[in-house]
C-alpha cells in the first residue's frame, strides 16, 4: 500500500543555458538557420506527475507515479531516476513509439522558454488496475488531454474506494463551461491552481479578483468546504477553507537559478505537509520551503 500516488507526465527535460542565447523583450534572439553553443547543458527527469511524485518521496512518504514510459533509449534513465528516489513503477504503463521530451532554454535569471512534445497516448485512465490502486491519497495532475469526463468517472471510483484526490487543473481545463466542471469539481477533495487559472475557472477577470478576501465563498460557493490552494507567484500562496483565508508569504532567495517545477514542487511540499500533520498553515509553509530549493538549481527534481 501507498502513502501516496501522483498521476501525470513523466518526460525527460534538456536544458540549456549559455551567453549565446541572448533574449529581449521576453522572447530569446533565435535565428533560423543560426547553430549556438551553450555553457551548460543539464538533463534531468521531469513532468509533472514524475515531480510531485519525487517531491512527495523526498519527504518520506510512500510514493508511487502512475504515468507512460515510452519503450525507447530513455526509459532506462527514467526508471533509474525514479528508483532512486523510492518512487514505484508498478501502476505505469509501458508503450512503444512513445516520446515525452521538453528542451528548455534558460536565461541567467532562471526563466525559460520550453518546447515539448509528446506521442498522444492518455489511455492511463483507461489501464488502472483498481485491485493495486491501494493509497491513502491520489494527486491528478494537469492533462487536458484526458477528457474531463474520463477524469471525473475517475475520481467517482476514488470516492467509492474512499481516497481522497488532490487535483491540478492547467489553462485549459479552467476555460471549459461552468456546466462541464461543476461535477468535476464536486469530487475534488483539494484543487490546487494559479492566480490566472482560478480567474478563468471563475470566469473572471483577474485584476479584479482580491486573493485576500474569502474569494471561494465569492466565486466557488460548492467549493466553500472544500481545500482551494491558489499560488500566486512572487505574492505567495493562499489556502481557503470553511470560509476561512490563509496566506502564506514567500521566502527570500540569494538567486533563482531555475524557474521550471516550482509550481510541482510547492504542490509536492503542500501535499506531503498536510499529509503529516493535517495542518493547512504548516502545509503552505513546506510546500513554500520545498520549493525554494528546487528555484535554486537547474532541474524539477
Known sequence: ????????????????????????????????????????????????GANVAIGVAKHKLKSAVLGTIGNNSFKKMILESLNE?????????????FTNVSSILLTPDGEKTVIHYSSPHQHILKDVNYRIFKTKLVY???????????????????????????????????????SALTFFLDHVNVLIVNGHEFAELVKAPYVDIHFKEDVVS?????????????????????????????????????KIVDETGAGDAYTAGF????????????????GTQYALKILGKIGAN
Not at 85 to 97: G, H, I, K, M, W
Not at 162 to 169: D, E, G, H, L, Y
Not at 271 to 286: N, P, V
Request: glycine letters at 8%.
Open 271 to 286: 501535499i506531503a505537509g498536510y499529509f503529516k500533520s493535517d495542518d493547512i498553515r504548516l502545509a503552505m509553509k513546506e
Open 1 to 48: 500500500m501507498y502513502d501516496f500516488v501522483s498521476i501525470g507526465n513523466i518526460s525527460v527535460d534538456t536544458f540549456f543555458q549559455g551567453e549565446s542565447l541572448t533574449h529581449d523583450k521576453e522572447r530569446f534572439n533565435l535565428a533560423i538557420g543560426g547553430k549556438y553553443f551553450v555553457d551548460k547543458v543539464v538533463q534531468t527527469l521531469g513532468g509533472g
Open 85 to 97: 528516489y523510492n518512487v514505484s513503477t508498478e501502476l505505469c504503463t509501458f508503450e512503444d513509439n
Open 140 to 178: 491528478l495532475g494537469n492533462v487536458p488531454e484526458i477528457s474531463i469526463y474520463e477524469r471525473m468517472r475517475f475520481l467517482e471510483k476514488l470516492q467509492f474506494m474512499k481516497i481522497k484526490c488532490i487535483v491540478n487543473m492547467g489553462i485549459r481545463d479552467c476555460r471549459l463551461p461552468k
Open 218 to 254: 465569492w466565486y466557488l460557493p460548492n467549493m466553500k468546504k472544500k481545500l482551494v490552494i491558489v499560488t500566486e507567484g512572487k505574492h505567495g500562496s493562499y489556502a481557503y477553507h470553511n470560509g476561512n483565508v490563509y496566506h502564506q508569504p514567500v521566502f527570500p532567495i540569494e
